[in-house]
């Protein structure tokens, strides 16, 4: 299987297009991944995700690309849903739900009175690696660039925000600016792995590398490292997997980064357990 898809990699430039935007989609992962997980921002990136899909469909109902529409789309949604956390805390879950509905039915809508396009609808629900354009490329690798850069600028005030906020203020840092900011890399991130996982599957790639990274790491940085190279495994080996039996690549992916994750928390655990059979037994 593996050896028939390595073959075929070696020929077929559709497949190197895949491998790429796995590998570029796997650095955003890496790096923003490891800010939701530490922040625990799943359900606030969930939003942002799905809200993405009234951006696509606009886009594509006035014939721009649904790529630079998604962009618009999680940004904004970033910046409204970060609204709703600094100031309706107490409804947050609520209208985080109400706007991840919406921003899908709207999405719906758009696509249906769309000419010709509902047959693609499923390439961005869920996904599909294998059609990934040239043009999107280079796209997803000026997104990485940005995610890098604002990170590396900003990596301390980030910091200071997901682990003590009161702290940061003491210190005089903009913590609302910066936590919006934080949203924004979200939402860029979540226009990365659209073409490779798609829209609904999004969140667990987002998430699963970082989340196996913090059972093995606690510095920051380190889990990011280890995060991105465990996102470009997942892709990776979900597309070397997914190749010869002939199916949909980004389910293939998450069921791999899934039981990885569940295998290493089945390890974590025991780990802990015995470690705390040692204590017992040395007392």
């Known amino acids: 299987m593996i050896t028939e898809f390595l073959q075929a990699l070696s020929t077929q430039s559709f497949l190197q297009m895949a491998l790429i935007a796995g590998l570029l989609a796997s650095l955003g992962c890496g790096v923003v991944g490891t800010f939701v997980v530490v922040k625990r921002i799943t359900f606030l990136a969930g939003g942002i995700a799905h809200s993405v899909l009234a951006g696509m469909g606009a886009a594509a109902y006035y014939g721009f690309d649904p790529l630079l529409g998604a962009l618009v789309a999680a940004i904004l949604s970033a910046l409204l849903m970060g609204w709703i ?9 609520t209208l985080i739900g109400a706007l991840w509905a919406i921003g899908m039915a709207i999405g719906l809508l758009f696509i249906s009175q769309t000419p010709g396009y509902t047959s693609n609808l499923t390439s961005y629900l869920f996904g599909n690696i294998l059609l990934v354009p040239e043009q999107d490329l280079w796209l997803m690798a000026g997104l990485n660039v940005l995610l890098l850069l604002l990170v590396g600028l900003f990596y301390h005030q980030f910091l200071a925000v997901i682990f003590d906020e009161e702290f940061a203020r003491l210190r005089n840092v903009p913590v609302t600016f910066f936590y919006l900011l934080l949203l924004c890399l979200i939402a860029v991130t979540v226009v990365l792995l659209i073409h490779v996982v798609g829209l609904i599957l999004v969140i667990a790639l987002l998430t699963l590398p970082a989340a196996i990274a913090g059972h093995y790491v606690h510095s920051l940085g380190k889990m990011m490292v280890i995060a991105t190279v ?54």
């Open 85 to 93: 956390h600094l100031h309706w805390q107490a409804q947050e879950d």
């Open 230 to 283: 465990l996102g470009s495994i997942f892709t990776s080996g979900g597309l070397a997997l997914s190749y010869a039996p002939d199916l949909p690549a980004g389910p293939t992916i998450i069921l791999l980064a899934g039981s990885a994750y569940v295998g290493s928390e089945i390890v974590r655990r025991y780990r802990a357990q015995r470690l705390a059979r040692r204590s017992i037994a040395s007392l």
